[in-house]
């Protein structure tokens, strides 16, 4: 009977214990209280949003029934009409939303006019649909598919570059729900977001760059990165998606946040294509760009960076590289060409070299400022082929199109009257690498045919030159490729510890006493 009583006891325990956490769990956060007309805004002195009260007048409402403004008209899910007007007062979501996105908005209107861009890029004409609670996932044959939740917290809908496309539109999704233990009660995982400034800013300014960086470009590193500069420049605060910045996070248990100011590392290729790789890097590196030239000279100069550069650019190196030359005619325009190239080369120095990324203006920091600049004819040095090639036998490298946009060192083998299109390919994943100031002394490369079809010969050649073209082609795939992968490993020296061995490049394979075949060159410096 005691046990049967302990028993009793301890189940009575157990279900007093879930129905605690059913009423913590179930109860709406203080962010989701109906608030007399309240929104959540950036106090400076806390480093946070706090409610501050506002009355409906202040939104500039550009309608008396619904929740239009200027550029914005704000739906409740997939909605044709805007929500009413009685709906918004009081919702401390609805407010603050349309607060922020106002906010956000006149910030990219004051950039592009000290940008001196000659159109308002903020005047989105029809509005933008900003739809709450949106429940499917995007499509882009019919916006949404009824079959797929809308996985994302928000999203970002760019203008259609077609006539017959979509307009521009922000989803907010709404929250969802994870079981916990066995159905019995859930507890919220998702944000709704539409109550986060950080996350209204970061998708409204999506909107921004998407108009030059080209409608796929969000999901990419670029895009992503200066989505996250800008919401942290727009706070002035380095944190984001905090309880700090976003009041829901606070009952969150998987929410990624992070800070632009703690150390990061060096750039990687690899988050060129995938931006989930390192989130931090980009917008990390605008961040400290930022501290030393100022807030608005950084907003500046990075929009126009953006507006610089063609669709889908690379990080490294088309948009540093405009970046760095927005800097120099910015601070020119007001302080001269001395005062500008000093900050462009502090930049760098403090700034993108120690994190492996570099623009023209450290061109004589790397390797191809010290590559010759003109094409440069060698004999052949395998003297193997002299017999083969008995009236000509060269090798043509074309050193001036060498450069960190297409590190491609392209060269002919002519022999006799025929010649073979070759390449060696000096991509590095590290950028670092072609820094004078490493501790390498040299780059690697791989050797291989430059045509796709190498083994095809021009069928206008006469019969004669097709079978010496063959010969060419049959000689370098025995005597200087691995057969499987048709390439070769091949090492550009320039000494040591950035000091070149007797002012000259040697070129050669990194195995040479493998295949066979000699190949080793010597080129002056610049």
Known sequence: MKRYKLFLNSKSKFYFIILVLLFFYTMPSYSEERKQNQ????????????????TLND????????????????????????????????????MTLGYHLQKIENRFRYISKKASFKKDITAFNPPIRIRID?????????????KISLKNTALTIPPSGSKSGWNSELWFAPKWSFPV????FAIDRIIDTALCPDAIYHEYTHLITGQYLGNNSIGKSLS???????????????????????????????????RLDKSFGSYDTGIESEFKKDLRFIPSLLWQYRSVVGKDLADVTILQAVSGTDAAPRFFPEFLDALSSSLFREVKKA??????????????????????????????????????????????????????????????????????????????????????????????ADP???????????????????SKNPGRPDPKLSEEDQIQYLKLYDYVKNNYLFYRTMDKEVRLYYGEKGKSTDGMFRLEFAYPGILGGNFIYRFPET
């Open 39 to 54: 929104i959540l805004d950036w106090d400076e002195s806390e480093k946070a949003f706090v409610h501050k009260n506002i």
């Open 59 to 94: 939104l500039g409402l550009r309608s008396t029934t619904n929740y239009t403004l200027e550029h914005f008209s704000i739906h409740s899910g997939m909605e044709s009409l805007p929500v009413p007007l009685e709906q918004v007062e009081g919702n401390l979501k609805l």
């Open 224 to 258: 992503e990165g200066l989505s996250d500069y800008y919401t942290a420049s727009m706070l002035d605060h380095p944190e984001l998606y905090t309880y700090k910045t976003c009041e829901g996070v606070k009952r969150q248990l998987l929410v990624t946040s992070f």
């Open 432 to 450: 670092g690498f072609y820094l004078l100031k490493n501790n390498l002394s040299y780059l690697s490369g791989k050797l291989r045919f430059a």
């Open 134 to 146: 949106a429940p499917y996932a995007y499509s882009p044959t019919d916006y949404y598919d009824k």
């Open 335 to 428: 302080q001269g060409d001395v005062f500008a190239l000093e900050l462009v080369r502090k930049v760098e120095t403090s700034v993108f070299l120690p994190h492996g990324v570099f623009t023209k203006h450290s061109k004589k920091e790397t390797v191809f400022g010290l590559l010759p600049k003109t094409p440069k004819l060698l004999p052949n040095s395998d003297s193997k082929t002299k017999v083969m090639c008995s009236n000509r036998n060269e090798f043509e490298f074309l050193w001036s199109n060498v450069s960190v946009e297409d590190p491609n060192l392209r060269f002919y083998w002519h022999c006799n009257r025929m010649k073979i299109p070759m390449v060696i390919d000096l991509e590095q």
């Open 181 to 184: 233990i066995g159905g019995t």
